[in-house]
Structure formats: C-alpha cells, structure tokens
T-cell receptor, first 112, second 116 residues
Framework: KQEVTQIPAALSVPEGENLVLNCSFTDSAIYNLQWFRQDPGKGLTSLLL?????REQTSGRLNASLDKSSGRSTLYIAASQPGDSATYLC???????????FGEGTQLTVNP | DAGVTQSPTHLIKTRGQQVTLRCSPKSGHDTVSWYQQALGQGPQFIFQYYEEEERQRGNFPDRFSGHQFPNYSSELNVNALLLGDSALYLCASSPPRTGGVTGELFFGEGSRLTVL
C-alpha cells in the first residue's frame, strides 16, 4: 500500500525566502507525481505534474523535482510572497489513471 | 473554459439523513473521482467513475454510492449520515487516457458537509 509523507507539517518564513517542501512515498512504481495548493476551505489547485520519466518541472517561481529511486520529491518556491501562504499537498497515483494517494500537506505561512 | 464545478458549496444535515452532491467535470474530461477531506488531513479516495461505471473504490462503506451520467457529470450519495461524515467532499476530473499515461487531475472547490 502506497504511503505518502510530507515534511514539515507546518512552515513559517519571512517574505523573500527561498524554501523547500518535501514529499516521500513508499512505492517507487509511480506513473507521476502531482503537487497541489489548497487555500483554507477551498478546493485543490494543480501546481505541477511530473511524469515518471521526468526529473523536474518548473512553473514560474515553482520548481518540483522527482527522484523515483529514493521515493522523494521536493517543491522549491523561490522568493516567497505572502500570497504563497496555503497548504501544499503532493499526491501519487497507484497505477495509470487510478486513485491518488495524498500526503497530509505542509501548511505554509509567509510573513510580510 | 469552465473548470470542475460542484454543488452545493455548503450544506448542513442531521444524523440519519441522506445527501446528494453533484459534480460537472472539466470540458473534455471523461473520468470523475470523489475524495473526502477531513479537517487538517489529506483527501481520501472514495471512488472513480469512467464510462458510467464505478472503476475503483476506496475504503468507504456501502453508504457511499455514486453515479455517472452520459454527459460525464457525476453524483455522490451518502445514506444514513454519521457525525464522522462531516468533511469537504472534492470532485476531480481527468482527460481521456492516452497510451495508458495518467492525465493531470483537476479538482473542484468542494462541497462542505456538516452533519449535526
């Protein structure tokens, strides 16, 4: 059974800092890994999708890397802003098109 | 291009009642999945519908049932509500599979269910 862990559970940083969020998974036979953002009481917004054949994906100030062999992914946020404050979730499907297994998220607060 | 839409956004029920939640997938998507998210936790998979059939199911009791219509929209039904069913219910859609590669999942804003 796939298990996904996110560290840290919460993070508070001053504006402008570069930061790294971590995601680990127990079964390396994944098809892809997806990072989401969730604002309080809201749905999930897809940030980045990394296919299993890729090592990283970038979108603006966000960069996600994937190391299947070690069962890890990192989400790098450059020059953090107060608007980045949210919960960040990573998720992996067990097989193609199947259910996503989520971590419990990292709650990020960026202080002005 | 409308994204995934869910209704209602909020609802309050009492124990023992039944509830129906609705989801319209993103344009061009044919697969719909439902997730339950308790406060402070990651979403948990309930089930997935494709071609109007339940394809996969998570560890949820039979009180949770669903349906997918020919236009790909979907409903989630929960019978005999319990206090523990209070949660944010999220619908996600994904595009037709190409060569077995999983498409990106897109989520709606969710339906917040409170059971009193």
């Amino acid at each position: 059974k796939q298990e996904v862990t996110q560290i840290p559970a919460a993070l508070s940083v001053p504006e402008g800092e570069n930061l790294v969020l971590n995601c680990s998974f127990t079964d390396s036979a994944i098809y892809n890994l997806q990072w989401f953002r969730q604002d309080p009481g809201k749905g999930l917004t897809s940030l980045l999708l990394i296919q299993s054949s890729q090592r990283e994906q970038t979108s603006g100030r966000l960069n996600a890397s994937l190391d299947k062999s070690s069962g890890r992914s990192t989400l790098y946020i450059a020059a953090s802003q107060p608007g980045d404050s949210a919960t960040y979730l990573c998720a992996v499907p067990e097989t193609s098109g199947s259910r996503l297994t989520f971590g419990e998220g990292t709650q990020l607060t960026v202080n002005p | 291009d409308a994204g995934v839409t869910q209704s209602p956004t909020h609802l309050i029920k009492t124990r023992g009642q039944q509830v129906t939640l609705r989801c319209s997938p993103k344009s061009g998507h044919d697969t719909v999945s439902w997730y339950q998210q308790a406060l402070g936790q990651g979403p948990q998979f309930i089930f997935q519908y494709y071609e109007e059939e339940e394809r996969q199911r998570g560890n949820f009791p039979d009180r949770f049932s669903g349906h997918q219509f020919p236009n790909y929209s979907s409903e989630l039904n929960v019978n005999a509500l319990l206090l523990g069913d209070s949660a944010l219910y999220l619908c996600a859609s994904s595009p037709p599979r190409t060569g077995g590669v999983t498409g990106e999942l897109f989520f709606g804003e969710g339906s917040r269910l409170t059971v009193l």
